[in-house]
């Protein structure tokens, strides 16, 4: 059983030293892309070819974006990343998500409302829970239009603690609301912002799961909002 | 595609730009920094290993080393371990240039050595107000 | 006593990526409460560039204390390298030459936690951006004493173990950008009312 333990825990640590590579391996060869597109950009004069390379930086700052998430995805593929788990305010991590997108709510003019309750706790490596407010705060802002609202709310129940997020966006359809958790998918052609790698909502599917969770989509149609409603058993 | 030359030396004056060495066995990314600092202004020398980058400083070679960290054989820790045995960093100012994330425990005991630390992929901009800025400091 | 003599000290640590923090937290500093004293893990050779830059941003000049020295209020002072530094009942600059603790010296713990209780609240813990964990248990300290806590955001560090060391301890009470460290120091009024 221990001899087991041993070899478990050597084939983790041989996938951490994988992915370690792995990332290494693709940041790489993107780093020279990066680098030099601005650089032959400032020097090109004819305007068609500046346009397609325009259009060449924003696919490698989308890959960019990419690797850094299936990297994400792939270190929440291992077990024993909850080990640092810790007990956590909620209100305090839901302030820290807002703070991040910021700038682009106020752009857009929106009202960002913290409703959580400052008494409630959530038990998570804090790493985890700022992906998952990173993404559910800002595909909240970035999928509503000018001047609307994300809201944040929680409730306590006996055995399990739920947080929502409510905007007054675009909304989802019935399919989109099963659809949106799967890798790579985008609820349709308006939403493929390429700064946006896809993986986002997979993500958080995956650290919900990870505690024992679940989490749901709904929307009461297009144009007319979406709430992400996410649920942790208590501890 | 050869490695690329080293910039002669500019007789040195009060308005001379710093001199920044790129440590990295990756002929692209020497490459690709190379055009970024010559293009402001910053003459670049090339060194493709740990032990290049030794080679270069007991010449006599003071400046600003951007150190790649994942390197073959000798990586960026033992460089700096290795230019601290050598007494050559005593005019040199580093800064890492690295894929890695952040550092791991090897970085322990050298903080002091390592001024900045830039991960990779990097925005051009980026690189160069950083040079910029390493810039005031080497400058006696 | 006087109620001069009950100025704040703030001590601010940093490391790896730090004098970049330095320069854009002290462009914005308009107002020195009482004593900052600063220890940032550098090469010897560039502690008094760093000072420089420093005055150079804020327009206070920065002291680089010696043995013995007073700490004065309204003055900026910059750890030299390669020694500890202490504080001696709040108010004596004092250095020692101990093993570097956490691979560095001089240690942002060692400092911080040279802090006696006696400054009560009259003090601010601030950690920058850095490797490994030289600066947590300080942080720790500060707060345990009555003093506030603050580490730069880990999202905008060169390397983020140290604040992220620092906020495992439980004991910071903020966490933010360099804007908002120097927003920190120039409202600092332990004293009276706070602005937050």
Known sequence: MKERTVQVEQLLRQKDEFIAQAGHDLKTPLTPIIALLPHIYKKEQDPELRKLLAMVMSDATGMKHLITDILTLAKLNTPYTTADAEEIVLVDEVEKGILKHTWMAWKKSHSIKNSVGPDIRI????????????????????YTPEGGTVTIFS????????????????????????????????????????????????IVSRIVHLYGGHIKAESPGIGCGSTFTVTFPRR | MGPPGNDTT??????????????????????AVKTVLNEAGFPVDIAESGDECISLLKAGWTGIILLDIMMPVMDGWDTIHAINREGVGGNVLIAMLTA????????????????DYITKPFEPAELVNKVQLYSKYIRR | MRTEDHFPIIIIGSSTGGPQVLEEIFSRVVRVPGAIIIVQHLFHSFVSVLGGQIHEACGTPVAIPSEGESV??????????????????????????????????????????????????????????????????????????????AVQDPLTCAIMSMPLSAIATGSVDYILSPQGIATMINTFDPGGQQSR
């Open chain 1, 123 to 142: 038990w998570m490596t804090k790493s985890h829970i700022e992906s998952l407010f990173d993404n559910l705060i800002g595909n909240a802002v970035r």
């Open chain 1, 155 to 202: 409730k306590v129940a006996k055995w399990m603690t739920m947080i929502s997020i409510a905007d007054t966006g675009i909304g989802l359809n019935p399919e989109e609301t099963i659809r949106i958790f799967d890798e790579f998918y985008k609820a349709d052609s308006s939403r493929h912002e390429r700064d946006s790698s896809g993986l986002g909502l997979t």
């Open chain 2, 10 to 31: 500019s007789g040195g004056s009060s308005d001379a730009m710093e001199r920044v060495m790129i440590v990295d066995d990756d002929l692209h990314i020497l490459v």
């Open chain 2, 100 to 115: 890695k994330e952040s550092p791991d425990r090897k970085m322990i005991g050298l903080q002091e050595y390592v001024f």
């Open chain 3, 72 to 149: 004065c209020a309204g003055t900026i002072y910059l750890a030299p390298g390669g020694r500890h530094l202490l504080l001696k009942n709040n108010r004596i600059f004092c250095f020692s030459d101990t093993d570097k603790l956490h691979g560095v010296r001089p240690s942002i713990d060692l400092a911080m936690r040279s802090l006696s209780p006696g400054q009560g609240k009259r003090c601010m813990g601030i950690l920058l951006t850095g490797m490994g964990e030289d600066g947590a248990k300080g942080i720790d300290h500060i707060r345990k004493i009555g003093g506030v806590t």
